[in-house]
């Protein structure tokens, strides 16, 4: 296990380090030599890589410990019966997990590209690379995943019987109350209530597997297929609550509309390319303390932002705005509000470009009427030998106050 302080110490000393580099060309008032920009990239590089071991690592501590939590909640007790939680969550126990395990019995070298392909055994890439003479190391290769963060973050509500969620709006507010002799009551303001609706919308997701496959490799692999199809349901929700245009999908934080989020919530970031501390500063300062404040509340950008933002400074004090967290669990943090990254946050620092987003996440709203849910099909496939998998869900999402959010676009 590797020490979180540790990782967290080196990736601060080198971040001092870069940032003299810096400091040093701007007081001689020249721009970074050849040898010191050589420099500045090897440890900006380095520090990306601890970052991301860092971030590895206390997922994977966190998992450790909600496993032990998981398995200490479904343990059963001396008499062999479940206990009262597990009889009130059957998914919760040892028998369904065993058999949604038996129940998924597929196997595939990878789904990332080519869920809907047709799996064979007779086929090295398709699965026969599984069944071959020569040893093999038991694990699968393959690259990390994107982070997909906007769900953990947003308020989330399970549709039961309605169609949809109604989300009430105050759209005219009371006038401030006033002072007025004993016998006055002061201007009528009349109050004006509008409405949001979400209404969740389906993802369908299939994959076909080869029933030699499944028989000949003991179901090794099923939780890949498992895992694989689960995450590309979060990649495809993600992408939504990001850019979606709310037409028969979610609506996106980087999506202008009046129904989510206006252009009156736009700040500009000062720089048609990228950013500037200015920019940053406007945009934290346009949003109220008391969103601010909440738990919830974070910037998000692409890791490629971040590497623009470590270079700016705050013009009043000269202070460089992103702070790296040096006590273990501490996040990094920029103007002293902790950031987050996603692949599916815009990337292109061109004028008039979205290219960042600050914002009380708990009111972006999520809708599910459906857990994801696998459909297993047997017959329909007979003919080719093969069982067929069909992941369902139904979602929609929306942020329903703007006035938590602003968003900084490049310009």
């Known amino acids: 296990m590797k020490n979180i302080l540790e990782l967290r110490q080196q990736r601060a000393k080198l971040v001092a380090e870069s940032r003299a580099i810096l400091d040093k060309a701007e007081v001689e008032k020249r721009e970074l030599t050849a040898e010191d920009e050589t420099q500045y990239q090897r440890m900006d590089a380095e520090i990306d890589k601890l970052t991301k071991d860092i971030d590895k690592e206390e997922k994977l501590q966190a998992r450790e410990r909600e496993l032990g939590e998981v398995e200490a909640r479904t343990k059963r007790p001396a008499d062999g019966k479940p206990d009262a939680e597990n009889r009130d969550n059957p998914r919760g ?43 093999f190391v038991n694990e699968f290769l393959m690259g990390l995943d994107s982070e997909v963060v906007i769900r953990g973050l947003a308020r989330k509500f399970t549709l039961t019987t309605a169609g949809s969620l109604g989300v009430p709006t105050l759209d005219v507010d009371l006038d401030d109350a006033e002072w007025t002799p004993e016998l006055k009551t002061g201007a009528a303001t009349e109050v004006s209530v509008g409405k949001r609706e979400l209404k969740t919308h389906q993802l369908t ?110 013009a009043v004090d000269g202070q460089y705005i992103w702070q790296p967290g040096i006590t273990g669990g501490a996040p990094d943090r920029i103007l002293e509000i902790p950031y987050i990254t996603s692949d599916f946050c815009p990337n292109t620092f061109t004028n008039g470009l979205y290219a960042g987003i600050l914002g009380c996440f708990k009111y972006y709203w999520i809708a599910d009427a459906l857990d994801m849910q696998i459909q297993r099909l047997v017959e329909l496939y007979a003919e080719t030998n093969q069982t067929g998998f069909i992941g369902r869900a139904e979602v929609d999402g929306m942020p329903v106050l703007a006035e938590a959010f602003t968003r900084v676009k490049c310009g």
């Open 205 to 314: 997701k299939r994959a076909l597997i080869s029933n030699a496959l499944i028989r000949k490799t003991g179901g090794k692999i099923e939780t890949l297929v498992r895992e694989r199809l689960q995450y590309k349901f979060g990649v495809s929700e993600e992408k939504a609550f990001m850019t979606g245009d709310g037409n028969e999908k979610p609506l996106g934080l980087f999506t202008a509309s009046d129904k989510g989020i206006g252009t009156a919530r736009d700040i500009a970031t000062g720089s048609a390319t990228g950013f500037t501390g200015d920019g940053l500063i406007d945009a934290r300062y346009s949003i109220k303390e008391g969103y601010i404040k909440d738990p919830s509340t974070r910037w998000l950008f692409h890791r490629d932002a971040i590497k623009l933002i470590r270079k700016l400074k705050n």
């Open 93 to 135: 126990t040892e028998e369904y997990r065993a058999a949604f395990e038996k129940f998924l019995r597929n196997g595939s070298n990878s789904l990332s590209e080519s869920e809907k392909r047709a799996m064979q055994v007779d086929s090295d890439t398709g699965g026969g690379y599984l069944l071959t003479p020569q040893q």
